[in-house]
């Protein structure tokens, strides 16, 4: 067991339960008591059937649902969050400063250039007098990021220019861009050919341990899942088993 292994985990989830009501009025159980830890440093890939609630799990860890039941505890260096209990002005803080998020479709605004859509969370997360200060920082991050991701010279094309990886990858780069200590991805390359995909599966990689950034990303994908320090097997609702690291 490593040093970040041995720490207080990042993210720690107990007794996650997440139900659903039927258009016929009956309850559908999707999670059902999920115990999760997530430590610093740590990647950690969720696989398993369409259906057996993975999805639902990250959007609840991610604050974008809200488990029927159960306990979400959020750490960082300097403060502990609870969830229950964070009014929404917290929780869309919370969403914004401690968790990136990469989804299978990419969400960038056509409107912004690629820079823009790098840079939208710390602009969204800032106020106007915070934007005035921080905007040469932010954009010299972002910059980085991009350059990080093989996107230099690409700052100011419109995303519906760039082929499907190359927007994945403006994907990553804004999801990075607050610094997040969490980066939750679902199925970041269910959309990409398997060519693509491997080199998706390489920069995760290379980016988790270039910052240290922790990452649970659900996946179909067994390249990718083999990648990550932790396997979890995920069955009606609930974690059957950790699988060992291939290699």
């Known amino acids: 067991m490593n040093d970040s292994q041995q720490s207080l985990p990042v993210l720690s989830a107990r007794g996650l339960h997440r139900e659903f ?16 830890d997530i430590h610093e440093a740590e990647m950690v ?19 974008l649902d809200t488990p029927s039941s159960g306990q979400i505890i959020y750490r960082d260096d300097e403060q502990v969050f609870q969830s229950p209990g964070l009014s929404e002005a917290q929780r869309c803080a919370l969403r914004n400063r401690f968790i990136g998020f990469v989804f299978q479709f990419f969400h960038l605004l056509n409107d912004l250039d690629v820079l823009e859509n790098v840079m939208l969370p710390a602009i969204v997360g800032s106020s106007k007098s915070q934007w005035r200060k921080t905007r040469h920082d932010v954009e010299a991050y972002a910059r980085s990021l991009l350059e990080s991701v093989g996107l230099q010279g690409r700052e100011h094309q419109a995303p519906g220019t760039l082929s499907g990886g190359e927007r994945q990858r403006v994907a990553i780069a ?19 050919d398997s060519h693509t995909s491997n080199k998706l599966h390489t ?19 067994p390249d990718l899942a083999d990648r990550a320090d932790r396997r979890l097997a995920m069955i009606d609702g609930r974690f059957e088993a950790e699988l060992n690291p291939l290699g």
């Not at 009501?21 to 999760?36: I, S, T």
């Open 203 to 221: 920069l995760l990689r290379e980016l988790h341990e270039q910052l240290g950034t922790s990452i649970l990303v659900v996946t179909h994908d």
């Open 21 to 36: 009501l039927l258009a016929n009025g009956q309850p559908l159980e999707v999670l059902r008591g999920v115990d999760l």
């Open 45 to 63: 890939a969720i696989v398993g059937l369409s259906g057996v609630g993975k999805s639902t799990l990250l959007h609840c860890l991610g604050l």
């Open 174 to 192: 804004r999801a990075l861009i607050n610094r997040p200590l969490l980066l939750l991805c679902d199925e970041p390359t269910g959309n990409l």
